[in-house]
């Protein structure tokens, strides 16, 4: 990707195309069974597993799962060390070293312990829901999250995460969470290194990851799936994958950065279109999803070499258990409940050819229900993609000042946002690429004051093509409740709000 200097892989995977489509995937010959999904003889000796991302009730429109052919079924080593043990967490929020004790399961295998499971935070993204999470209707601005610590072991990608904001509560399947990760180890080193590979599933929601900086190479009981900046993925809940640091990716930075949103409801479908017709937006046969694959060294599933550790994120905490053999172990599957992959690059940008700047909500690239009202979303993925604008002379052309019902977190991917006059600069002042922002709830904002009276002095009168980066927003019903670590790390610009200062009262009776 030219803006990014990073591209995809030279021999690039293969994928299955279409959203929420009913596919089938084998890597071995005649391994899926014909006609049926959970035959008494399942083919190839293979173990029928069936993963529901919906209740079984679900409107069929609305129903997904998915059945999974693997060589041994999840169930299997679930007892191995006495099962999930909760992780007590070794690492502090900046990613120092804490006096706790550290997280390890010690395993007996093959007549000696060995240490299997080392630095894990005890609650996913270093903070405890209930007492961590404070309301501030302020607004908010972060510059680039900072690397991982040089000292030490390195970080993985969920030592990396870090949460920003968030609302409801996961046990009862409501709200959302937004997270920033910056890591520079991978969760799977590899099947030559015992013990040490880490796969995270998720019990508490879909996850839609942004990388920013580096491409990340995501491993998932379904497949493959490689993503660069530019690109997300959406990882549905229950689903076991490992993230590592795309190989082939530029190497011009030495750890991978990025945003989550994660929804603890439901999951994310194509907005509607209305009145727009059938095309336009993103459109479905753009989505990726991966054919499937399995490690093949692990088929006896003995234990010893191949043992990994199995990390659940349950209720925001983390708990995790000692596997015999790996995740990664699926022969075959169908069904319609996968991960995905979708480039931002095909999104087809709808805007006015006359006057007014519309609605963001023209850019949603995924939507999740569950807002309290019909047309209301619990969440949305809004992009501002490089785009032409052709409305009249006597139009203001960037995003207008507003007050929303919903909260708006946005963050920039490369480039700048033309909003905000001092975007793209280095990554301690303005909109950066790797920041973020925060509107909460009927919280003002808009244009700061230079971006507001450089527009007015621009008289628009030709069509322009906007080319100079890409912005996104997590959008959200939800009144959103920001963290600790967000209220106090050193990259939040703390006089941010200054940027709207300077403005004048230009109304005549002002001056009377």
């Not at 690039?12 to 006609?35: C, D, T």
């Not at 088929?299 to 258990?321: D, W, Y």
């Not at 409940?337 to 050819?353: E, G």
């Amino acid at each position: 990707m030219a803006e990014t200097n990073e591209t995809s892989p030279s021999q690039p995977l293969q994928y299955h195309a279409g959203f929420g489509n009913h596919f089938e995937s084998s890597a071995y010959p005649h391994s899926l069974p014909p006609g049926r999904n959970n035959p008494r003889i399942v083919p190839r000796g293979l173990y029928a597993e069936q993963v529901s991302g919906t209740a079984f009730t679900a409107p069929r429109c609305e129903n997904r799962r998915t059945w999974l052919y693997r060589i041994l079924p999840s169930v299997s080593g679930t007892s191995t060390a006495g099962g999930f043990r909760r992780c007590e967490g070794s690492l502090s929020e900046d990613g120092g070293s804490t006096d706790k004790k550290t997280s390890t399961v010690a395993v007996e295998f093959s007549g000696h312990l060995e240490e299997a499971l080392g630095d894990l935070p005890s609650t996913f993204g270093y903070v405890d829901w209930n007492n961590d999470m404070k309301l501030d209707p302020n607004p908010m601005r972060w510059g680039a999250t900072p690397p991982p610590p040089k000292e030490g072991r390195g970080v993985n990608f969920i030592q990396g995460i870090r949460t920003m904001l968030g609302s409801g509560d996961p046990t009862t399947k409501s709200g959302i969470a937004v997270y920033v990760y910056a890591f520079d180890k991978d969760m799977a080193p590899g099947a030559d290194v015992s013990n040490k590979n880490v796969h995270l599933y998720n019990s508490d929601g879909d996850f839609l990851i942004v990388p920013q900086q580096l491409g990340l190479a995501v491993q998932t009981e379904l497949g493959k799936i490689e993503i660069v900046p530019g690109e997300i993925c959406v990882i549905p809940r229950g689903i076991v994958f490992t993230v590592n640091m795309l190989k082939n990716s530029s190497m011009e930075h030495s750890f991978a950065r990025g945003y989550i949103l994660e929804i603890f409801r439901g999951h994310f479908f194509l907005p509607e279109l209305g009145p727009i017709g059938s095309n336009g937006l993103a459109n479905g046969r753009d989505f990726l999803h991966p054919t499937a694959h399995y490690e093949k060294s692990d088929s006896m599933g003995t234990t010893g070499m191949h043992s990994c550790v199995i990390v659940n994120k349950f209720g925001q905490e983390l708990f995790a258990r000692i596997s015999p053999h790996s995740p990664y172990n699926v022969v075959a599957w169908h069904g319609n409940y996968s991960p995905y992959k979708y480039d931002l690059r095909k999104f087809c940008a709808i805007n006015s050819v006359s006057y007014d700047h519309p609605d963001p909500s023209i850019y949603t690239v995924l939507t999740a229900k569950g807002g309290d009202e019909e047309g209301t979303a619990l969440a949305d993925f809004v992009i501002f993609p490089p785009r032409v604008m052709a409305t009249d002379e006597n139009t203001f052309r960037p995003p207008w000042f507003h007050r929303n019902v919903m909260t708006e977190y946005m963050g920039l991917i490369y480039g700048e946002y033309d909003a905000k006059r001092g975007s793209g600069g280095d990554e301690k002042g303005g909109f950066v690429p790797g920041g973020s922002s925060l509107h909460s709830i009927m919280t003002p904002h808009g244009p700061d004051t230079e971006s507001y009276y450089a527009n007015v002095r621009n008289p628009c009168k030709e069509p322009s093509k906007y080319n100079g980066g890409l912005a996104f927003m997590f959008e959200s019903s939800a009144m959103c409740k920001v963290s600790k670590y967000a209220l106090k790390c050193e990259q939040r610009e703390i006089l941010y709000a200054d940027c709207w200062d300077g403005f004048r009262a230009t109304f005549p009776d002002t001056h009377e």
